[in-house]
Structure formats: structure tokens, C-alpha cells
């Protein structure tokens, strides 16, 4: 029993705010180079398709049924539930 609480027990433990609440709970954010036909769901919008378009900006996903978004590169995908940052492809350069 719990002096704070007047005898009753704590139902509620400590500050819920005392942890690092921001902290995503998937693990850490990792940087991800983009590739065609690469699957990764974006959470804000509840959007999951194939990278069909990497743009110079921008990747171009498509859902199953052939609707198409527009993200910017970056933080904010996931991919197996995981949070990661989508990174432009780098050049390759030609060899030879």
C-alpha cells in the first residue's frame, strides 16, 4: 500500500512521463537506400506499397490496387515494422 495514494494501492505505477515517451517503441530509425519494388508502409496515412518511381526528390509508391502517392525522402516509413529513413539511391559510376 501507498502513502500517496491513502492507503490504496497504485494502480498506475510511477510518472508515465518519466520515461523517454518520444522514443519510438519499433527500435531505432535506420537510413534505408530506396530501390525499386521495395515494399515500406507509411504510418501517417496508413499507406503500404512498392516503390515503383525514385525520383530526384521523391519516391512514388503503389498499393495493390494501383493507387499511386508521392513521399519525400527521409524518416517516417517502415519496412517489417521498423521504422527506417528512406535515403536517395547514390550514382553508381560507370566502370570501365
Request: aromatic share 8%.
Amino acid at each position: 500500500m501507498s502513502k500517496r495514494t491513502g492507503g490504496f494501492p497504485d494502480r498506475y505505477g510511477n510518472d508515465v512521463l518519466a520515461t523517454d515517451w518520444k522514443r519510438p517503441k519499433n527500435g531505432r530509425t535506420v537510413d534505408v537506400e530506396a530501390e525499386l519494388d521495395m515494399v515500406v508502409e507509411d504510418p501517417s496515412n496508413d499507406f503500404v506499397g512498392a516503390i515503383v518511381q525514385l525520383q530526384r526528390d521523391a519516391v512514388v509508391l503503389e498499393d495493390r490496387f494501383g493507387k499511386r502517392r508521392s513521399s519525400p525522402y527521409g524518416p517516417g516509413f517502415w519496412i517489417d515494422g521498423k521504422p527506417v529513413a528512406l535515403k536517395r539511391p547514390v550514382a553508381k559510376k560507370p566502370s570501365g
